[in-house]
């Protein structure tokens, strides 16, 4: 072999020696990812997302996969001819519609994820917040202020959900049998209405429940940056606070941090935002030393 080759072979050898402690230290512990933006309409970044998931799987961690769909779920609508209202980021949902967003979730997206996780070798069972009873949701409740008068008004999203009890019976049964579950963010309230919950939130309420080691919100962005443009790599909920206070943190950052601070509060131990459309993303931030994205913890 020539010494290029035995370098490669080396380089390979001392990045598994790198990510052993990680592999001893979380065997056996759930990883909760939210899959979505760019990375769901890349046949290559998906195959690399569920290379990624099957791999932890065979080190002996138990990923769990919540996924979006809100392009795809604008696009039938589009395709329907039915006009779409958005109040912060959350569409407004009738009942057709709310119709349409579990046809594309738990049926065209979801079967599809599973179909890239067993190409990969995995087993996945794709499910949504119904199956089992797992999530049981319940009405989203927002306001927004008058341009005019600034008099906070209440907002009737519709069918739009958040969880209020997470039943963890199944992920952990499926995950026992070695299947990797992949969740669609669909669920019923106590009097059977179906609703569509953001898929972040769905996330963060699975792992706070599950007492996951990691919570992955993969987006489309680096992770969150300071003043001058530069990767945070590590933030605390005061951090957060204060970077909100301050505009640091605006837009569809936000919800975001919201989630991953309720999710570490709420017993997850920590969650990371990072950039889903880098290759291994996840990987890089969690089995070797230098990370990627920034991780929140309590």
Same mark, same amino acid.
Request: charged share 25%; proline share 4%.
């Given at each position: 072999?020539?010494?290029?080759?035995?370098?490669?072979?080396?380089?390979?050898?001392?990045?598994?020696?790198?990510?052993?402690?990680?592999?001893?230290?979380?065997?056996?512990?759930?990883?909760?990812?939210?899959?979505?933006?760019?990375?769901?309409?890349?046949?290559?970044?998906? #195959?690399?997302?569920?290379?990624?998931?099957?791999?932890?799987?065979?080190?002996?961690?138990?990923?769990?996969?919540?996924?979006?769909?809100?392009?795809?779920?604008?696009?039938?609508? @589009?395709?329907?001819?039915?006009?779409?209202?958005?109040?912060?980021?959350?569409?407004?949902?009738?009942?057709?519609?709310?119709?349409?967003?579990?046809?594309?979730?738990?049926?065209?997206?979801?079967?599809?994820?599973?179909?890239?996780?067993? #190409?990969?070798?995995? %087993?996945?069972?794709?499910?949504?917040?119904?199956?089992?009873?797992?999530?049981?949701?319940?009405?989203?409740?927002?306001?927004?202020?008058?341009?005019?008068?600034?008099?906070? #008004?209440?907002?009737?999203?519709?069918?739009?959900?958040?969880?209020?009890?997470?039943?963890?019976?199944?992920?952990?049964?499926?995950?026992?049998?070695?299947?990797?579950?992949?969740?669609?963010?669909?669920?019923?309230?106590? *009097?059977?209405?179906?609703?569509?919950?953001?898929?972040?939130?769905? *996330?963060? *309420?699975? *792992?706070?429940?599950?007492?996951?080691?990691?919570?992955?919100?993969?987006?489309?962005?680096?992770?969150?940056?300071? %003043? !001058?443009? %530069?990767?945070?790599?590590?933030? @605390?909920?005061?951090?957060?606070?204060?970077?909100?206070? !301050?505009?640091?943190?605006?837009?569809?950052?936000?919800?975001?941090?919201?989630?991953?601070?309720?999710?570490?509060?709420?017993?997850?131990?920590?969650?990371?935002?990072?950039?889903?459309?880098?290759?291994?993303?996840?990987?890089?931030?969690?089995?070797?030393?230098?990370?990627?994205?920034?991780?929140?913890?309590?």
């Amino acid at each position: 072999m020539t010494d290029t080759t035995n370098d490669r072979m080396l380089a390979k050898a001392e990045t598994l020696i790198e990510a052993l402690p990680y592999f001893q230290r979380y065997a056996g512990r759930s990883f909760v990812v939210k899959y979505g933006g760019h990375a769901m309409g890349d046949p290559e970044a998906a #195959q690399d997302f569920a290379e990624d998931i099957v791999l932890l799987k065979a080190v002996g961690i138990n990923p769990v996969v919540v996924h979006g769909g809100g392009p795809q779920i604008g696009a039938m609508l @589009k395709k329907l001819g039915v006009e779409s209202q958005f109040v912060d980021g959350l569409r407004v949902t009738d009942r057709e519609t709310a119709k349409v967003a579990e046809m594309v979730l738990s049926g065209a997206i979801n079967k599809e994820l599973v179909g890239w996780i067993t #190409q990969a070798g995995g %087993k996945a069972i794709g499910i949504s917040g119904k199956d089992g009873k797992m999530v049981v949701a319940e009405k989203v409740k927002r306001t927004v202020k008058d341009p005019d008068s600034q008099i906070e #008004q209440a907002v009737d999203l519709g069918f739009v959900g958040e969880p209020k009890e997470v039943d963890t019976t199944i992920l952990e049964t499926a995950s026992k049998a070695g299947m990797i579950p992949i969740i669609a963010p669909i669920a019923t309230d106590d *009097a059977g209405h179906t609703y569509n919950i953001n898929a972040d939130t769905m *996330a963060g *309420a699975i *792992a706070s429940a599950l007492g996951a080691a990691r919570l992955f919100l993969l987006t489309d962005v680096a992770g969150v940056l300071d %003043k !001058d443009g %530069k990767l945070v790599t590590d933030l @605390k909920p005061a951090d957060i606070a204060r970077m909100r206070g !301050d505009g640091t943190i605006s837009g569809g950052m936000i919800p975001k941090l919201e989630t991953c601070v309720h999710a570490v509060e709420g017993g997850c131990e920590a969650a990371v935002v990072l950039d889903g459309r880098v290759p291994h993303a996840m990987l890089l931030e969690f089995f070797t030393s230098r990370g990627a994205g920034t991780l929140i913890s309590a």
